[in-house]
């Protein structure tokens, strides 16, 4: 399926997004452990966090988490300290991230799991146990998800856990958000070093009411279309968000600030609307390190490019093992559009201005929910943008499309399938149930070519 999307000339709307899914996906683990009965209210509806739902829900031989990362390394770390026997698997692109050091570091405390195919790879046999816990080394410089699957599960073991991370420490706010989210569950886990954070074996107590509070990374989308939009006249307002919030994306807002979009929050103390207003990029140059927060690089390396902001971003290394390789997607993707970026010693990201002929081809996706997310709103710059395989916004923001249907962007879906020796290609418009397909086979296209409607007229 591939969607061209073109985009309205002023924005003026109020969008619900997305519940957070990395609070609701450590909450859900976390509300397991504690045995409570009822879930955390306004729990995203994302691919990631609808598997760790089922998973946990009806705990399978095979648990297949599909394209989710997170849950893939949560889980492990679960059924690694939770009695059971069980084999975790995923995607193919799933089965060839690596999880070898989060696995080492589960054996190290205790824990039974075996490969099932490749060395260092899902899929994963796990007979899950109490584990005695105690003191652990890891490099600081791994995905935050290894990290933070550790934590989660210190308050269950014998020893608690003490966790020294060594060198650099990346992504540190996602590890502050499961520290927080543990604290919030009565867990005693906290810093007690520059290096080091301390779990007390203290079992989790249950919470009533929990809510989660919305996702500050799909707000980024908004953020990129308010800049992009650039009319002073636009507004947009954004629910439930905490100007305070621990989420780390939350730092988008700093960001845009720089880049034509302010923010002005309602309640700074509770849960809050905030708005967005355009303001005038002065920016000629932004340099800046995302190991904090990675999953924003996309959306701000292709907002530069369009505002024709030149940039150096840094701490992206764990970009090349996300749902793709980020780094080399982008590359690509946006020489189609007319901007050529080079990346350093993997895990930085350049632009100097230069420019190509853009080609316009359609934007690949690569089952990456955050490329598409992260390019749609270049709709705004040129007359359309063509996506393929939009569908992937659904790992982290289901009702993307819908909204931006909502607030005027006009979107029409095309379809091609291979059947027998030929092809159909199907055309279908945003206002109308009809289908168009047409029907020409490849053996002998100048003899026969056709086309038929179908559909309620």
């Known amino acids: 399926m591939k969607y061209t999307i073109k985009a309205p000339r002023q924005l003026n709307a109020s ?11 450590r909450a859900l683990v976390i509300n397991a452990m504690a045995g409570c009965k009822l879930q ?7 691919d990631d966090t609808e598997v760790i739902i089922a998973a946990l829900r009806d705990m399978p031989d095979v648990i297949n988490i599909k394209a989710a990362g997170t849950a893939m390394r949560f889980m492990t770390a679960y059924l690694s300290a939770t009695p059971g026997e069980h084999t975790i698997t995923g995607t193919e692109r799933m ?4 999880i070898a050091i989060l696995v ?3 054996r190290y405390l205790g824990a039974d799991i075996q490969y099932e195919k490749k060395e260092g790879y899902p899929p994963l046999h796990i007979v899950g146990k109490p584990l005695e816990g105690g003191h652990l080394e890891v490099v600081g410089n791994i995905s935050s998800q290894y990290i933070s699957a550790l934590l989660m599960i210190g308050p269950i073991l014998k020893n608690g856990l003490e966790l020294k991370l060594t060198g650099e420490i990346a992504s540190r706010p996602y590890i502050d958000l499961t520290l927080w989210t543990m604290q919030n569950f009565g867990a005693s886990a906290e810093w007690t070093d520059v290096d080091t954070i301390t779990v007390k074996p203290q079992p989790y107590s249950c919470v009533a009411d929990y809510t989660i509070e919305n996702d500050w990374s799909a707000s980024s989308y908004w953020y990129e279309m308010m800049a992009l939009n650039g009319n002073p006249d ?10 305070s919030s621990k989420q780390g994306d939350s730092v988008v807002k700093y960001i845009f600030s720089l880049l034509g979009v302010k923010s002005e929050f309602e309640n700074r103390d509770v849960l809050s609307p905030v708005k967005l207003k355009v303001q005038r990029c002065l920016l000629p140059r932004f340099d800046y390190d995302f190991s904090g927060s990675p999953d924003l690089a996309q959306t701000i390396v292709v907002a530069c490019c369009a505002l024709g902001v030149k ?10 093992i996300k749902e793709t390789d980020r780094i080399e997607a982008l590359k690509k993707e946006l020489k189609k559009v007319g901007y050529v970026i080079y990346d350093e010693n993997d895990n930085t990201l350049i632009w100097d201005g230069e420019t190509c002929e853009p080609s ?7 089952e990456d929910h955050r490329m598409a997310l992260a390019f749609a709103p270049l709709a705004f710059k040129f007359p359309q943008i063509e996506i393929n395989n939009p569908e992937v916004v659904s790992k982290s923001y289901p009702h993307y499309w819908e909204d931006l249907k909502k607030v005027g962007f006009e979107i029409v879906e ?3 399938y291979v059947a027998g020796n030929g092809f159909q290609f199907r055309y279908g418009g945003l206002f109308a149930d009809t289908d168009v397909f047409f029907c020409c086979s490849v053996d002998s296209v100048a003899d026969y070519f056709g086309f038929y409607l179908r559909g309620d007229l």
């Open 15 to 25: 969008i619900n997004l997305p519940a957070s899914k990395s609070i609701s996906n």
């Open 95 to 98: 089965q060839n991230r690596p």
């Open 360 to 366: 316009f081809e359609p934007i690949d996706t690569y």
């Open 104 to 106: 080492d570091a589960l």
């Open 311 to 320: 940039f150096k971003f840094t701490g992206l290394a764990s970009l090349k």
């Open 414 to 416: 095309s379809y091609c």
């Open 40 to 46: 955390p209210h306004n729990l995203s509806d994302c």
């Open 234 to 243: 636009s507004e947009v307002r954004l629910e439930g968000l905490f100007d």
